[in-house]
């Protein structure tokens, strides 16, 4: 299997997913609002292709009002509504409810944890298996690829990265929770 790293090593031209292998990907998250973001961004790919979420990554930011974990888990029927009608986004009503949902479930994790980034860190470290059962235990729409992808590109389990790409080395640099 091809690593990211190999990929764009054989695709220099693919400037979207460069911008993210080089400034995002397997970088450490710390606010409920990126980590909101990536876990919605992960459940959205599936079954599309990574790209088709990177082209309207904008959207979705703009849409669920900069993944503000309050402003999203209050969100009503008009809001499910607006987003199933607005074509900039994935109009799927299942990744719609599970970003809504999974937002007020972050809001439940911070009166024990203090924050989304608090029960990770709490959990931290489990193998893949564990974090799995512990993700559908916790949230929807959480499958184990979910699971994986939202774990490697958060910081939480190594893998984004060959250590020969010169981002793993300021990645490493930041110390990831897969580091500790």
Not at 35 to 57: D, F, P
Not at 110 to 129: A, I, Q, V
Request: hydrophobic share 40%.
């Amino acid at each position: 299997m091809m690593t990211y790293c190999q990929y764009l090593r054989e695709h220099p031209e693919d400037i979207l997913n460069k911008n993210y292998h080089d400034h995002e990907y397997g970088f450490p998250l710390t606010s409920d609002s990126a980590l909101l973001e990536r876990l919605v961004l992960e459940i959205n790919q599936a079954g599309l292709s990574w790209v088709t979420i990177l082209k309207k990554k904008e959207a979705f930011h703009n849409v669920y009002d900069g993944f503000d974990v309050d402003k999203v888990a209050a969100y009503a029927e008009v809001d499910t509504n607006r987003l199933l009608g607005d074509a900039r986004i994935i109009r799927n009503r299942l990744k719609v409810n599970a970003a809504i949902e999974n937002a007020r479930r972050i809001l439940g994790l911070r009166e024990e944890y203090g924050s989304f980034k608090g029960w990770l860190d709490g959990h931290h470290p489990l193998t893949l298996e564990e974090w799995t059962k512990l993700f559908k235990k916790t949230f929807v729409f959480t499958g184990g690829e979910i699971v994986k992808e939202f774990l490697v590109s958060s910081g939480y389990l190594p893998g984004a990265h060959e250590p020969g790409c010169p981002v793993y080395l300021r990645i490493k640099k930041q110390h990831p929770a897969w580091m500790r």
